[in-house]
């Protein structure tokens, strides 16, 4: 068996199938939408996942090309007079169109992963869990490919199918509405899209998955092995139970996977001594990167009487789910690929806490920042640069004393969510 399986897996679709999904799917990752994997490992995961809008229809019109390959070489009377089942011919198809289709998924994720490698240091276990079944899903569809294109063993078939399947994966959120968690069901690709810092995908989300694609596989297998109609009637069987089985396990909540949050992942990470200055474990790659601008914004600060002496990351995410609130922390945020400067830590002194409903106005906050550094503000992707200019050039006017006093205004303003107006505005005048 393992000889006729090495024969398959160099003169059937395999090789060229595990080639088209890497190529495919690694182009699609560095370019469809940007990197939008880079902050760990989950996230390229999940867009390994989203791609699979891709992927998927490539596999099943590879599937249905492989199986028409006795039609187009006509040879199928010849291997039906053989006394071999034709159950025990196709172990060997099978299984060289599923490890192809997994080893170009998995290599598309090891190409992914060399760009993430050097700062991605949380693995979390459920991302063996999310690749897996992305993978499942896609022998899925290299068998039920196989199981169509044996049906209908025609040249348009596997091209086709190839539409159909794109055109299924996208259908399926629109023909679930409102009930989004059925989608997530019967998806692979559904709410995979853009997955924040701290995304995750539940256990339960995943189970409910693998259920149906592993039912949907095993129904393909048996049309493929069919040889008449009752076993292909017998074939809905499996198909049916494992969506009762993954609808009744899957939980009835919308946004499901988009609104869940990896705690472990937003837990914070320290570098040693002090001043204390703390990332998220998603982001503890990136530590050293952020320790030397993070102390420089503190020393800068210390001028400012009740200032900050701790610089955490800010982990608020969606939905509603806030850091702890202390006054002498500054929150910055950080996103893999952007620096940390000594200016973001000392802005952040004059934010408001997360839940505040009156931030304080970026220009107050960038010109109270460049008061305190000594320079004009250089923040060119602000869209009130100038006015930060404008008041900064007010603030650098007037007397000392008063300059300070109105800065320590903005910054208690900040702490006790009483920014109304813009503080910093009067002076501007």
């Not at 199986?67 to 060289?96: D, I, N, Q, W, Y």
Request: proline share 6%.
């Amino acid at each position: 068996m393992s000889r006729v399986l090495r024969i398959e897996l160099r003169r059937s679709a395999a090789l060229g199938t595990a080639l088209i999904l890497l190529v495919i799917g690694t182009i699609s990752l560095y370019f469809a939408e940007g990197i939008e994997f880079a902050s760990g490992w989950m996230q390229l995961a999940m867009s390994q996942r989203l791609y699979l809008a891709l992927l998927w229809p490539l596999a099943l019109a590879a599937g249905a090309w492989q199986s028409s390959r006795e039609h187009r070489s006509k040879v199928g009377e010849l291997f039906a007079s053989t006394p071999r089942p034709r159950a025990h011919r196709m172990v060997p198809t099978l299984g060289a169109m599923a490890i192809a289709v997994v080893c170009g998924y998995l290599a598309m994720g090891i190409a992914g992963g060399l760009w993430i490698i050097g700062t991605a240091r949380y693995f979390p276990v459920s991302v063996f869990v999310v690749t897996a079944v992305g993978a499942l899903a896609l022998i899925a569809a290299a068998w039920l490919g196989q199981a169509i294109g044996r049906l209908l063993p025609s040249l348009v078939t596997a091209p086709a199918l190839g539409v159909a399947g794109l055109a299924l994966l996208l259908l399926i959120p629109g023909a679930t509405r409102p009930r989004g968690w059925l989608a997530l069901v019967f998806s692979p690709i559904y709410e995979m899209n853009m997955p924040g810092a701290y995304a995750t995908v539940p256990g339960r989300a995943s189970l409910s998955q693998a259920i149906w694609l592993a039912a949907l596989a095993t129904t393909a297998v048996l049309l493929l092995a069919s040889g008449g109609w009752r076993l292909r009637v017998a074939a809905v069987l499996p198909v049916v139970l494992g969506a009762t089985l993954a609808i009744a396990i899957m939980p009835r909540d919308n946004r499901y996977v988009t609104d869940a949050v990896d705690q472990a992942a937003m837990a914070l990470v320290c570098a040693d001594d002090e001043p204390r200055v703390c990332v998220s474990r998603v982001h503890s790659g990136l530590l050293a990167d952020v320790t030397s601008p993070a102390r420089q914004g503190l020393t800068i600060l210390a001028k400012l009487p009740g200032a900050p002496t701790q610089v955490h990351e800010d982990t608020t995410t969606y939905p509603d789910v806030y850091p702890v609130w202390h006054d002498d922390v500054a929150l910055v945020r950080i996103v893999t690929g952007e620096s940390v400067t000594a200016a973001d830590v000392v802005s952040a002194a004059f934010q408001t806490p997360p839940q505040c409903d009156r931030p304080t106005a970026s220009a107050d906050s960038l010109a109270a920042a460049y008061w305190l550094i000594g320079t004009q503000p250089v923040a060119s992707d602000s869209p009130d640069l100038a006015e930060a200019v404008a008041r900064w050039e007010a603030l650098r006017a007037a007397p000392a004393a008063e300059a300070q006093a109105q800065v320590v205004a903005l910054r208690t303003a900040a702490l006790t969510c009483t920014t109304d107006s813009n503080i910093l505005s009067r002076s501007a005048r």
